[in-house]
């Protein structure tokens, strides 16, 4: 199967797929713990279709209190899955958010009872577009009804529920993972005491929606992704994937990190090939992102959850206006919010995490807002950022003194 | 400032009540001002000194916005709801009477357009507790008199060409517009150099001896 060439030899990695997938998880792959939610009401999604006796894979980490007042949701982001801390079996790397969750961490294990689940239409183990269509027993491919952030959302719900949880103490995400939050805190608020929304935004702008079309598009232009149904064929469309994830992965930068990165060094060589192979840093490290990423995403979950976000628009949900979608019964949310951006974003810029501010302080809602200083651009929030790591483990202590649990302890990791 | 929580021993869980420090007595006269219990916005509220004695010791609803970001860095490590925002342009988004007090405490006079901000405040909140540096003290009229420069104090310690403060004013000036504006000045407090209260009310003297005054305002 084609590959985009790695020339890198330290990069390269031969895993090549021969035998035909009927999931995009291996077979011995451990859903544990992973629960069949909706199965004696089916449950609605935004497009009309209905799902019932549906899987959901989700970890937890520390422990649940007796009154049941300590749990986090964390919501991951696009490319994210629910191993947010401990090695995930998929790629046999530590969690995503390690530098903010664990014991004494920001998000502090010792004292929270942190849950993350993998999201509605993802490809690791809850109902998407790789798992089987109970109709045919066969993959979905893009017979999976198009999902959106309000349904990912409403089946978080669902787990939260089946777990016993009447009240997140919060519920924390970045990018897509910080729609999914202030959809939580709009929909839910009597659910959510505190909400984190990171590098987020209230809607895809139309530039966020170009680059979601270009990834599709690359995916959906490579031959083997056979018009949605590569499992059951045996194939995967690797190169359109990874394209898909190298022109993403510029976007989750900044202009300044890829220049100080890599600047226009030369890869492994000492002048230009005057041909097309990786000559530059920054091409070798694209095609690295973009091989890595085929080997633990699937593509048509990349398909539907670009297209969930794109149709993410808190506004339309209430009439136009942002500020409604924080009214609660005509009152201001009881939610507390904790918004925070980064200064070099230009994905989910400071900009738009100003308006869910300014949409906040329309109705009076209780409300911080923080601009982090970074050149580190999107992904600084899942980067070791001091700044966002001190502004969480302040945010979470003000509430936990508010809802009566415990300080951090002295000494934030 | 410093927070007492800092120095909790590692060892245990700190779910004590914390002690608050002592603040200033300008902060301190705000605080007597505001009822336990109530909504309070803070407007530049700097390092969050008075809002987290709000807090603590009254037990209000406080929020914050500061222009400073490291200002609302310090504010929301410790647990306060504070955003960065700019007064002068952010005070329009909050809805009517959301606030039963909003305070602007020595910042009235760094406002691009102070009138509009006053009645921005008194229409977010049913009260607005405002402290201004005195421009009519005896010592800035002798230093102007007889020295024929722009005075410099402890309070307004700028030189002419880099002060933030660019709408000066004394309290015999402050009391016209609120007149003017049909405002109510339900207390003045006026603090010598010392930042020491000598007395409630205002007159002429006071506006010969106060540094600064903290004013109790409310609509009609």
Request: hydrophobic residues 40%; aromatic residues 10%; charged residues 20%.
């Amino acid at each position: 199967m084609a590959r985009i060439e790695v020339q890198h030899r330290q990069f390269f990695m031969s895993t090549e797929q021969t035998t035909p997938d009927t999931t995009c998880l291996p077979a011995d792959f451990d859903h544990r713990p992973r629960l069949r939610l909706a199965s004696s009401r089916p449950m609605p999604l935004d497009c009309g279709a209905q799902l019932s006796d549906f899987p959901v894979a989700y970890r937890t980490f520390g422990q649940l209190n007796a009154d049941k007042s300590n749990a986090i949701l964390i919501c991951h982001a696009l490319t994210g899955d629910q191993y947010v801390i401990g090695r995930n079996p998929m790629t046999g790397k530590p969690g995503w958010w390690e530098i903010a969750v664990g014991p004494g961490r920001p998000i502090d294990t010792d004292r929270f009872y942190i849950i993350c689940a993998n999201v509605l239409g993802g490809c690791m183990g809850t109902a998407g577009p790789c798992e089987p269509d109970p109709a045919t027993n066969q993959p979905y491919g893009v017979n999976f009804p198009v999902i959106t952030i309000a349904d990912m959302v409403r089946a978080q719900k669902l787990l939260i529920e089946h777990l016993g949880i009447s009240q997140l103490f919060a519920v924390i995400g970045g990018s897509m993972g910080g729609m999914q939050v202030l959809e939580w805190a709009s929909t839910y608020p009597d659910s959510v005491f505190a909400a984190v929304p990171l590098a987020a935004a209230p809607r895809h702008s139309a530039q966020n929606i170009a680059f979601g079309e270009v990834g599709r598009q690359a995916i959906m232009a490579d031959p083997d992704w056979c018009g949605g149904d590569y499992l059951r064929q045996g194939k995967r469309p690797e190169r359109g994937l990874a394209v898909a994830r190298m022109a993403a992965h510029i976007t989750y930068l900044s202009e300044t990190a890829l220049q100080r990165k890599f600047g226009r060094n030369l890869q492994d060589r000492a002048g230009f090939t005057y041909g097309f192979g990786a000559d530059f840093q920054v091409e070798s490290y694209l095609r690295y992102q973009g091989n890595a990423f085929v080997e633990r995403f699937d593509a048509n979950s990349y398909l539907y959850i670009t297209r969930a976000m794109d149709y993410f628009d808190l506004a339309r949900e209430h009439g136009g206006v942002l500020a409604r979608a924080f009214l609660h019964g005509g009152r201001p949310t009881p939610v507390r919010f904790c918004v925070i951006s980064f200064s070099s974003d230009w994905l989910f810029p400071t900009a738009v995490s100003r308006e869910i501010v300014h949409s906040l302080n329309a109705v009076a809602a209780n409300v911080s807002f923080v601009e982090v200083t970074t050149d580190k651009g999107h992904d600084a929030f899942l980067l070791d950022e001091p700044e966002l790591h001190q502004v969480l483990s302040g945010f979470l202590d003000g509430c936990a003194t508010h809802r009566g649990l415990p300080r951090r302890r002295r000494g934030l990791k | 400032m410093s927070f007492p929580n800092d120095d909790t021993p590692a060892d245990h869980h700190d779910d004590r009540p914390t002690p608050q420090p002592p603040i200033r007595a300008d902060l301190a006269s705000i605080a007597d001002m505001v009822a336990p219990g109530s909504r309070v916005l803070d407007v530049g509220c700097g390092d969050g000194a008075l809002l987290a004695h709000l807090v603590h010791t009254k037990g209000v609803d406080g929020r914050g916005i500061e222009l400073s970001m490291d200002g609302v860095k310090f504010c929301v490590n410790h647990g306060l709801s504070v955003i960065q925002g700019d007064a002068d342009t952010d005070l329009k988004d909050y809805p009517s009477s959301a606030f039963d007090y909003v305070i602007l405490s020595q910042t009235l006079q760094a406002m691009r357009k102070p009138r509009e901000v006053l009645l921005d405040l008194l229409r977010i909140g049913k009260h607005a507790v405002i402290s201004l540096p005195n421009f009519g003290h005896w010592r800035i009229r002798v230093r102007l008199l007889f020295m024929g420069q722009m005075p410099i104090t402890q309070r307004l310690g700028h030189q002419w060409w880099n002060t933030p403060n660019i709408h000066l004013c004394t309290i015999t000036d402050f009391v016209g517009l609120c007149h003017e504006l049909g405002i109510t000045i339900e207390d003045t407090v006026i603090l010598d150099r010392f930042d020491r209260v000598r007395g409630h009310g205002f007159d002429g003297f006071a506006n010969l001896i106060a540094e600064q005054a903290v004013f109790l305002l409310r609509r009609g």
